[in-house]
């Protein structure tokens, strides 16, 4: 059993809170150019503040491989995080030593301290044990509502954890949970995924788990390519992965043995380059052309498939969403899934581009969940435990 925010003891004591403040930064002026991932962390911050928590708050930004690099500090985090609180939110230096220490020990009841950037120190993604009980060391409670990295056993998601007293989940990551778990226990029928994106290897261990699960399974993005050439269909210049035919063939022949549908494009829009602006309808992908887009009749395939759906997942896009002469594809899947939703559907996006998709097409209050961590997401699909899920565990 793993215990909400709501559930601790919390008031005068010292929180740390672990958050996917992971955000773009403008190169030129260091401010955070996207705020979302702090937007989604608010709640459990407000919700602390006013249980009268000692509030401590920690992330990673960027890659920095162990190194203390001056354009992936989180000081701009800080900045804009106190913007949205609209109260203070003070910043150490470090996350851990005696500025980390210093700092912790002057908070008084709601106070918020953001702490630098975890993986300065290589000792946080390799999770050291002594720089987990350093972690530790600065806090009474833990919670973790940062769902973009429970895929990771990272000293700040797994192995602090153990070191700390009273441990639970914040409310970004029970409602993913909430959302989640019922695709992979309990989901109700007809239940429909809708894989897109740009390979299949990526996908494999999802898919393998979802042939137990779906009834059908509707296929664009460039892996859509893959499928086609392993049986023979003409893909032109379209991306491929040659290596994975056979997986790809296995799949289709699993599918059918399981009585899954699947659905893969049977039009296509193609351009002669990656960084054309207007593409042409083909049912099938000319020589030298490429495959950019599902088609209309697609489209239209997809979205008649999905209007009587009880669940549906979605990860990966259909097409090259970012230019607009080929979003066509993913906003039709959007638009299904909204009218699905409507309709009283469980409607859950994956994370990674499609959450991206859903999010530029303004439409991402209208499912009922568009999950923070495209990659945890999936593992958790896949059947595989989350480390940071793990450690909460009571």
């Given at each position: 059993?793993?215990?909400s925010?709501?559930e601790?003891?919390?008031?005068?004591?010292?929180?740390?809170?672990?958050?996917?403040f992971n955000?773009?930064?403008d190169?030129?002026?260091?401010?955070?150019?996207?705020?979302?991932r702090?937007?989604?962390?608010?709640?459990?911050?407000?919700?602390?503040?006013?249980?009268?928590?000692?509030?401590?708050?920690?992330?990673?930004?960027?890659?920095?491989?162990?190194?203390v690099?001056?354009?992936?500090?989180?000081?701009?985090?800080?900045?804009?995080?106190?913007?949205?609180?609209?109260?203070?939110?003070?910043?150490?230096?470090?996350?851990?030593?005696?500025?980390?220490?210093?700092?912790?020990?002057?908070?008084?009841?709601?106070?918020?301290?953001?702490?630098?950037?975890?993986?300065?120190?290589?000792?946080?993604?390799?999770?050291?044990?002594?720089?987990?009980?350093?972690?530790?060391?600065?806090?009474?409670?833990?919670?973790?509502?940062?769902?973009?990295?429970?895929?990771?056993?990272?000293a700040s998601?797994?192995?602090?954890?153990?070191?700390?007293?009273?441990?639970?989940?914040?409310?970004?990551?029970?409602?993913?949970?909430?959302?989640?778990?019922?695709?992979?226990?309990?989901?109700?029928r007809?239940?429909?995924?809708?894989?897109?994106?740009?390979?299949?290897?990526?996908?494999?261990?999802?898919?393998?788990?979802?042939?137990?699960?779906?009834?059908?399974?509707?296929?664009?993005?460039?892996?859509?390519?893959?499928?086609?050439?392993?049986?023979?269909?003409?893909?032109?210049?379209?991306?491929?992965?040659?290596?994975?035919l056979d997986?790809?063939?296995?799949?289709?022949?699993?599918?059918?043995?399981?009585?899954?549908?699947?659905?893969?494009?049977v039009?296509?829009?193609?351009?002669?380059?990656?960084?054309?602006?207007?593409?042409?309808?083909?049912?099938?992908?000319?020589?030298?052309?490429?495959?950019?887009?599902?088609?209309?009749?697609?489209?239209?395939?997809?979205?008649?498939?999905?209007?009587?759906?009880?669940?549906?997942?979605?990860?990966?896009?259909?097409?090259?969403?970012?230019?607009?002469?080929?979003?066509?594809?993913?906003?039709?899947?959007?638009?299904?899934?909204?009218?699905?939703?409507?309709?009283?559907?469980?409607?859950?996006?994956?994370?990674?581009?499609?959450?991206?998709?859903?999010?530029?097409?303004?439409l991402?209050?209208?499912?009922?969940?568009?999950?923070?961590?495209?990659?945890?997401?999936?593992?958790?699909?896949?059947?595989?435990?989350?480390?940071?899920?793990?450690?909460?565990?009571?």
């Amino acid at each position: 059993m793993i215990r909400s925010i709501n559930e601790l003891q919390l008031e005068g004591k010292r929180l740390f809170i672990r958050v996917d403040f992971n955000v773009p930064l403008d190169k030129k002026t260091g401010a955070v150019k996207d705020d979302a991932r702090i937007r989604a962390a608010l709640p459990t911050i407000q919700l602390a503040r006013k249980l009268g928590a000692k509030i401590i708050l920690a992330s990673h930004l960027g890659r920095p491989d162990g190194q203390v690099v001056p354009a992936l500090s989180l000081k701009p985090v800080a900045a804009r995080l106190a913007e949205l609180l609209a109260a203070p939110v003070q910043f150490a230096d470090d996350c851990v030593g005696e500025k980390a220490q210093q700092a912790a020990a002057k908070l008084r009841n709601g106070d918020v301290l953001l702490l630098e950037n975890l993986r300065f120190h290589a000792a946080e993604e390799e999770n050291d044990g002594a720089f987990s009980r350093a972690l530790a060391a600065l806090c009474d409670a833990y919670v973790d509502d940062a769902f973009g990295t429970a895929h990771r056993a990272h000293a700040s998601t797994a192995g602090m954890v153990a070191h700390v007293a009273q441990k639970g989940m914040g409310l970004l990551v029970a409602q993913e949970l909430k959302h989640l778990r019922p695709l992979l226990e309990s989901p109700r029928r007809p239940y429909i995924a809708v894989l897109g994106g740009a390979k299949v290897s990526d996908k494999i261990k999802v898919i393998d788990q979802l042939l137990g699960k779906v009834d059908a399974l509707l296929v664009g993005g460039a892996m859509a390519y893959t499928f086609l050439a392993a049986q023979k269909i003409a893909i032109g210049g379209s991306r491929v992965e040659a290596d994975k035919l056979d997986v790809a063939l296995k799949i289709l022949e699993t599918a059918k043995s399981k009585g899954v549908q699947v659905l893969l494009p049977v039009d296509h829009f193609v351009a002669a380059d990656i960084k054309a602006t207007a593409g042409e309808v083909q049912s099938v992908v000319a020589e030298k052309m490429l495959g950019l887009d599902i088609g209309p009749k697609t489209a239209a395939l997809f979205a008649e498939k999905l209007e009587g759906a009880k669940t549906i997942f979605w990860n990966g896009p259909m097409g090259l969403f970012e230019t607009p002469a080929f979003a066509a594809g993913t906003r039709a899947v959007a638009e299904a899934m909204v009218r699905a939703t409507a309709r009283g559907a469980l409607t859950v996006v994956g994370g990674g581009d499609s959450a991206a998709a859903i999010a530029q097409l303004g439409l991402a209050e209208k499912v009922s969940h568009v999950s923070t961590g495209g990659g945890a997401a999936l593992e958790l699909l896949e059947g595989r435990d989350l480390p940071g899920v793990t450690a909460l565990e009571q």
